[in-house]
């Protein structure tokens, strides 16, 4: 059973760089840090149905083409110059940008940047291996050639409700490859202090698909929170499992009987029907959450629950 968890960012960021350093990326083909719950360790996993991981890739490295059944995504937590090919389309990444790879889509990365880069990776696998239903391909090439305009469909589709009428798609998945911060950021400070927002969350945000006006992918839902300065939350309880990832700020979270203190880049998270509180004790600074959960299986499958306590 998943328990209330937070892993630190800083001793994340000290293990990564250790393992950059020592482990090239010919052998690992990806390097990334996996968040598994105390409670789930076999197999492993950090919430029931989701995972969690901390990737990173150093300048000039390149991490070859595969595909897997897993939806997933990046959030990017620092670093710049690094792109990923999904599906024929180079997709830059900078800092506090939502990737998306749906399941079935060949993917790679390259970094001819300066810096270190490092991401959030999250995955709905943990529930694809408990259907049965995984399976992971190898690219015919070591890397997939642009077959496309980079960014075309970040481009295309981040105009919120002007959509190309020449585009069609039946897939449950978004067809935005990148949700930019500079685009969430926008949205947030065009809110500004107008609105109280949820007494439970704050003023929260769903990243949405733009053709259905649903989530981005039919297995995880995800969203953006800003918590004003004193913001306590009330508290409540719902059957979907999330995992926060803190964008900026520090506060805590009561989850049941455990109190979890959080930091810029801290990754927590609240197990399905755990009661949870946000505490934001600044005085003058926001603290913003990027969140995901299973919130859409749990719709789908009429098993959404939720109460104020």
């Given at each position: 059973?998943?328990?209330?968890?937070?892993?630190?960012?800083?001793?994340?960021?000290?293990?990564?760089?250790?393992?950059?350093?020592?482990?090239?990326?010919?052998?690992?083909?990806?390097?990334?840090?996996?968040?598994?719950?105390?409670?789930?360790?076999?197999?492993?996993?950090?919430?029931?149905?989701?995972?969690?991981?901390?990737?990173?890739?150093?300048?000039?490295?390149?991490?070859?083409?595969?595909?897997?059944?897993?939806?997933?995504?990046?959030?990017?937590?620092?670093?710049?110059?690094?792109?990923?090919?999904?599906?024929?389309?180079?997709?830059?990444?900078?800092?506090?940008?939502?990737?998306?790879?749906p399941g079935m889509q060949w993917h790679d990365h390259f970094h001819p940047g300066d810096d270190p880069m490092m991401w959030l990776?999250?995955?709905?696998?943990?529930?694809?291996?408990?259907?049965?239903?995984?399976?992971?391909?190898?690219?015919?090439?070591?890397?997939?050639?642009?077959?496309?305009?980079?960014?075309?469909?970040?481009?295309?589709?981040?105009?919120?409700?002007?959509?190309?009428?020449?585009?069609?798609?039946?897939?449950?998945?978004?067809?935005?490859?990148?949700?930019?911060?500079?685009?969430?950021?926008?949205?947030?400070?065009?809110?500004?202090?107008?609105?109280?927002?949820?007494?439970?969350?704050?003023?929260?945000?769903?990243?949405?698909?733009?053709?259905?006006?649903?989530?981005?992918?039919?297995t995880i839902g995800c969203r953006v929170h800003r918590l004003k300065p004193g913001f306590a939350g009330r508290p409540r309880r719902h059957t979907p499992s999330t995992i926060y990832h803190v964008v900026r700020g520090h506060g805590?979270?009561?989850?049941?009987?455990?109190?979890?203190?959080?930091?810029?880049?801290?990754?927590?998270?609240?197990?399905?029907?755990?009661?949870?509180?946000?505490?934001?004790?600044?005085?003058?600074?926001?603290?913003?959450?990027?969140?995901?959960?299973?919130?859409?299986?749990?719709?789908?499958?009429?098993?959404?629950?939720?109460?104020?306590?």
């Amino acid at each position: 059973m998943a328990v209330p968890t937070v892993w630190s960012y800083g001793a994340l960021r000290d293990h990564a760089m250790y393992f950059a350093e020592h482990l090239p990326i010919e052998d690992a083909q990806r390097r990334v840090l996996m968040l598994v719950n105390p409670g789930l360790q076999e197999p492993p996993a950090t919430v029931n149905t989701l995972y969690a991981g901390i990737q990173i890739l150093l300048p000039g490295e390149q991490a070859p083409a595969h595909r897997h059944t897993s939806n997933a995504f990046r959030f990017v937590i620092e670093g710049s110059g690094v792109y990923t090919t999904v599906a024929g389309e180079r997709v830059h990444m900078n800092p506090g940008d939502l990737l998306m790879t749906p399941g079935m889509q060949w993917h790679d990365h390259f970094h001819p940047g300066d810096d270190p880069m490092m991401w959030l990776d999250g995955l709905d696998y943990p529930l694809i291996n408990k259907l049965e239903a995984g399976f992971h391909d190898i690219y015919a090439d070591e890397f997939q050639k642009s077959e496309s305009p980079d960014d075309i469909s970040t481009r295309q589709y981040i105009h919120g409700r002007l959509n190309p009428t020449w585009l069609r798609r039946d897939s449950p998945n978004t067809p935005v490859g990148n949700y930019p911060w500079a685009e969430t950021e926008r949205a947030l400070a065009a809110i500004g202090d107008d609105v109280d927002g949820c007494e439970h969350d704050g003023v929260a945000l769903e990243y949405t698909n733009p053709l259905t006006g649903g989530a981005v992918l039919p297995t995880i839902g995800c969203r953006v929170h800003r918590l004003k300065p004193g913001f306590a939350g009330r508290p409540r309880r719902h059957t979907p499992s999330t995992i926060y990832h803190v964008v900026r700020g520090h506060g805590s979270t009561q989850v049941g009987d455990r109190l979890l203190e959080w930091h810029p880049h801290d990754v927590f998270v609240v197990p399905g029907w755990a009661s949870y509180q946000h505490h934001n004790g600044a005085a003058d600074d926001d603290a913003v959450l990027f969140s995901y959960s299973d919130e859409p299986v749990m719709r789908a499958l009429g098993l959404h629950r939720e109460e104020s306590l």
